[in-house]
């Protein structure tokens, strides 16, 4: 089932192509009262034809079959044409919308198959919010990708490889495996990693036995193998913990370390030479795609192979592109990754495209964020300045919103400890799913735990009171959602939120053309919006007629789905009382 700006638009594309063959229409939703939606398409078209605006939409008004789908067609002297749904056909709709379980969602007629690389800490090191942002924007995008219909791959690019890997498993060594272990598992990542570099500082002889156990681990050492192994497996356990709080899809599965592309990378260093991308520049192995510059304005290298044979981050990179298009046979590839690393990626991509790695160059797609910050709109950072631990984080929502629970709910403690969770969590992805992700947001746990604005808790609250509405009549929602009854719309209320329901998804679509989450987080919350509106004006259970009740529990019970199941494409669960 297509959206409402679709179904405007193919019906008036044959009046658009009449003047110039594939003219696009530009349906959008229009603010004006009384217009659902406006075509804005007659405006370049007539530039294009030299004509005047307004002359090119009568043409168009004029022969579009647009009688059942609209009461009103209106031409505005700029050259707008304000489209007003018709009531009937609206609520025709309504009963087939409410009939599908995907709430007019349509599945995408070519599936792709979508690699996302997102979370990716790093071995012996604290998860830090940068990684709370990749997680929770990574794992929503994972989420709507599979509801649209794609098949999505996950990807944990995990930093387990590397020069640090000789000081932090000498570093092992000295306090022992089990020691280590245990600093590991608890999620002590940060003492562990401060203590090696400490002591790598400190001591010359540390110094050169981390760099033989670098060359040690480069070879393959056995024993050297099996200590970066205990590293690594406490690391991604830990990792995996905080997965599980959080409730996102990554698994142990899902973790392609940068390790994974260690025989890689000579393969990948010897066909960039048969392609003679290859220069050697101070002893090192770089390419220089076209269009980076330095400061400057000498050309940028990518250094694939550092002097002293060393492979780095970009060369990794490079190598992932090639599996992910190659083995794994990838139409897209998205990097949920923030903003700082652009220019890396940006050269990676180039030089993977001159490579023949990447298809084409749109494949592969930056997806970045800005910085969480603190509530003096600095970095996040603990009170002592040190990294703000992840779970930390979580712990503090969910007791915060069992706080908030505990005043407003006669919830028993066990329902009332999995709402809070619930709240806590969804409060905490929520806020940072809402701003947009290029933008830096401020983190603050009063106002993304409070029950007024665009927050979890609101749109979860506003379900709530949705679904009690049936709770407290003896009914039950899901039979309101058979298409039976048929919708009636005659107070403004009730057709505003008519249209918002059947706009659910355009927002889907929306949030997947630009990867942008907020999207549809402002969707759902002007939808609940408008159902505040609709309840304040329409009784429901106390409707004049048994007509405009059924219809009335329509809108709600179809208002409850639509809020559960956007909540849920964007990794938030929504409890059924609170
Ligand atoms: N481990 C890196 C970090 O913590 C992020 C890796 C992102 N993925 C990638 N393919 N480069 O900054």
């Given amino acids: 089932m297509a959206g409402l700006p679709e179904l405007l638009s193919s019906a008036l594309q044959p009046a ?8 696009d229409p530009v349906v959008r939703p229009s603010t004006r009262p009384g217009v659902d939606f406006q075509a ?16 090119v939409a009568d043409d168009v008004a004029r022969v579009a079959a647009l009688d059942e789908l609209c009461s009103a067609v209106e031409v505005t002297p700029q050259g707008f044409i304000n489209l007003t749904l018709s009531d009937s056909w609206l609520a025709e709709r309504l009963g087939a919308h409410a009939a599908d379980p995907r709430l ?23 998860m830090h919010v940068g990684h709370l942002r990749t997680t929770v924007i990574g794992d929503s995008l994972c989420r709507l990708l599979a509801f649209a219909g794609h098949t999505v791959i996950r990807e944990n690019h995990v930093g387990d490889w590397g020069t640090p890997f000789g000081m932090l ?45 670098v060359v ?21 356990a830990y990792f995996q913990a905080v997965y599980d709080r959080l409730e996102v899809l990554l698994t142990p599965g899902d973790v392609i370390g940068e390790s994974f592309y260690n025989d890689l990378l000579p393969v990948v260093v010897r066909e960039l030479d048969e392609r003679g991308l290859l220069v050697v520049s101070d002893g090192a192995r770089c390419v220089f795609p076209a269009g980076f510059e330095n400061r400057d304005g000498s050309p940028l290298p990518l250094i694939v192979q550092k002097s002293d044979g060393g492979f780095g981050y970009p060369a990794t990179d490079l190598a992932a592109l090639r599996d992910r298009f190659g083995r794994l046979g990838a139409d897209l590839a998205l990097y949920v990754i923030g903003a700082p690393q652009a220019q890396h990626l940006a050269m990676c991509f180039a030089v993977g495209h001159s490579a023949g790695y990447l298809p084409s160059p749109g494949q592969a797609v930056h997806v970045p964020f800005g910085n969480m910050l603190g509530a003096d709109r600095k970095m996040f950072k603990t009170r002592a300045g040190g990294t703000v631990k992840l779970v930390d984080l979580l712990d503090e929502a969910v007791a915060r919103a069992g706080a908030a629970v505990a005043e407003r709910s006669e919830l028993d403690a066990e329902e009332r400890a999995a709402v809070a969770r619930q709240v806590g969590m969804g409060a905490l992805k929520y806020a940072d ?25 609101y749109l979860q609250y506003a379900r709530v009171r949705c679904l009690s509405i049936f709770r407290r009549a003896g009914l039950d929602a899901v039979t309101y959602m058979d298409g039976s009854v048929r919708v009636g719309l005659g107070e403004p209320a009730e057709r505003d939120l008519a249209v918002a329901l059947l706009g659910f998804a355009a927002a889907i679509d929306d949030t997947l053309a630009t990867w942008s989450p907020h999207k549809l987080c402002a969707y759902l919350f002007d939808l609940a919006g ?14 004049p007629t048994e007509d405009q ?30």
């Fill in 216 to 236: 040690l681990l480069q070879s393959g050492d056995p024993e050297t193998l099996r200590l970066w192994h205990v590293l690594v497996d406490q690391s991604i």
């Fill in 40 to 55: 804005n398409g007659a405006m370049p078209l007539a530039k294009r034809l030299g004509r005047r605006p307004a002359a």
């Fill in 104 to 126: 007019g969602v349509a599945r995408v007629a070519d599936p792709m198959t979508v690699v996302v690389d997102y979370s990716a800490p790093n071995v012996a090191k604290e």
């Fill in 530 to 543: 408008l159902y505040t509106t609709f309840f304040e004006c329409c009784p429901v259970l106390k409707a």
């Fill in 433 to 457: 799913l809402s701003t947009d992700r290029i933008r830096d947001y401020v983190f603050d746990y009063d106002r993304m735990l409070s029950f007024d604005g665009n927050t979890a808790p």
């Fill in 549 to 578: 009740r059924d219809s009335r529990l329509v809108l709600c019970a179809l208002t409850a789905a639509t809020l559960g199941l956007g909540l849920s494409v964007l990794g938030i669960e929504a409890p059924e009382r609170m």
């Fill in 16 to 23: 658009f192509d009449r003047l110039e063959a594939g003219a």
């Fill in 169 to 213: 498993i000498e570093h092992l060594i000295d306090i022992g495996e089990e020691e280590a272990a245990h600093e590991l598992s608890v999620g002590d990542l940060d003492t562990f990693y401060r203590e090696a570099r400490a002591a790598f500082d400190d001591s010359p002889a540390f110094q050169e036995r981390s760099r033989n156990r």
